[in-house]
């Protein structure tokens, strides 16, 4: 007798048909394919959820250190001084600038703040800790200004925010004002709590957090690799931190919370009931989606102070 429990499954009909239109463009097993192919099955996925720019926006791309590419998002209504520093998710395998280009529009306009994205270094070619490198200087470099800055990240680029904050900490770097950690991969065990109660769950298995972290290939005691193993959580900055139920990372940002929250530091942290890993692309097609990139504009712009 198969003693499996059921992969447990959202409800809401318009993330289950994200799900299937995704399934279509980067399917389940795509960890075991080529990084080439999963690079070309990720572009396209991304492509099928791209959305127009916020009428009015403004780009325009550059290298920090005449290397690392960023691209600034300014919006045709700016309310604050504070910037976004915007870090994007993909397994540290998968991602550039234009994968989240729309992303990273709609929540420049939808925040009236702008926006700075990094195009770091991706595993295998570049191992850690070359993609927290990267973000690292460009986070330097924003601050050199001396203007206020609200890190935000997704996933990989999650963990890379988190990482950054306390990096800075660490060196005493002044100027973050904020933290924003979107279904971030924070350095959970892989064995219990939803790593296993949603190790099979739709868009993100726990097999595959395990196979991104291998090819990452940082050190298990690096707690800047792994945020959850930093020691001391007090004198960071506020957070916004918002998780997805049928995730297998849904418990790091939920222990990275109360971590924070333990620590004296302000937090705000949402899980979404009906979500599934990577429901930023959904925003528009998926009920809950919609609301909860509602909610994270209105948690970022209270960051940045435009709300």
């Known amino acids: 007798m198969d003693s499996r429990q059921p992969t447990p499954m959202p409800t809401e009909p318009g993330i289950l048909a994200f799900h299937e239109r995704c399934e279509a463009f980067y399917p389940a097993d795509a960890v075991g394919a080529s990084i080439e192919q999963q690079r070309q099955w990720y572009d396209a996925l991304c492509a099928e959820f791209d959305a127009e720019s916020p009428e009015r926006l403004t780009q325009c791309d550059e290298r920090v250190e005449g290397r690392i590419p960023v691209r600034h998002y300014r919006p045709a209504v700016v309310t604050t001084e504070t910037r976004i520093f915007y870090i994007h998710g993909g397994g540290f395998v998968v991602g550039s600038l234009q994968s989240h280009d729309a992303i990273c529009a709609e929540l420049a306009h939808g925040t009236r703040a702008e926006l700075v994205s990094v195009d770091y270094r991706l595993?295998?070619?570049?191992?850690?800790?070359?993609?927290?490198?990267?973000?690292?200087?460009?986070?330097?470099?924003?601050?050199?200004?001396?203007?206020?800055?609200?890190?935000?990240?997704?996933?990989?680029?999650?963990?890379?925010?988190?990482?950054?904050?306390?990096?800075?900490?660490?060196?005493?770097l002044s100027g973050i004002v904020g933290q924003v950690l979107i279904y971030p991969g924070l350095g959970g065990d892989l064995v219990s709590g939803s790593y296993a109660e949603m190790a099979g769950a739709p868009g993100l298995s726990t097999a595959d957090v395990a196979y991104y972290r291998e090819v990452l290939k940082a050190p298990s005691d690096d707690a800047f690799a792994h945020p959850l193993k930093a020691r001391d959580f007090s004198g960071l900055p506020p957070a916004y931190i918002t998780a997805a139920h049928f995730d297998p990372l849904r418990d790091d940002a939920?222990?990275?919370?109360?971590?924070?929250?333990?620590?004296?530091?302000?937090?705000?942290?949402?899980?979404?009931?009906?979500?599934?890993?990577?429901?930023?692309?959904?925003?528009?097609?998926?009920?809950?989606?919609?609301?909860?990139?509602?909610?994270?504009?209105?948690?970022?712009?209270?960051?940045?102070?435009?709300?």
């Open 123 to 172: 595993a295998p070619e570049h191992a850690w800790p070359a993609a927290f490198d990267d973000c690292c200087a460009v986070l330097r470099s924003l601050l050199a200004d001396g203007r206020p800055l609200v890190v935000v990240g997704d996933s990989a680029g999650g963990n890379l925010a988190a990482g950054v904050v306390l990096k800075a900490k660490a060196e005493g």
């Open 254 to 307: 939920r222990a990275y919370a109360a971590r924070l929250a333990e620590a004296g530091v302000d937090v705000t942290f949402r899980e979404e009931p009906q979500m599934i890993h990577a429901w930023l692309r959904a925003r528009h097609m998926s009920s809950g989606a919609g609301e909860g990139f509602r909610r994270l504009i209105d948690g970022v712009a209270r960051l940045v102070g435009s709300d």
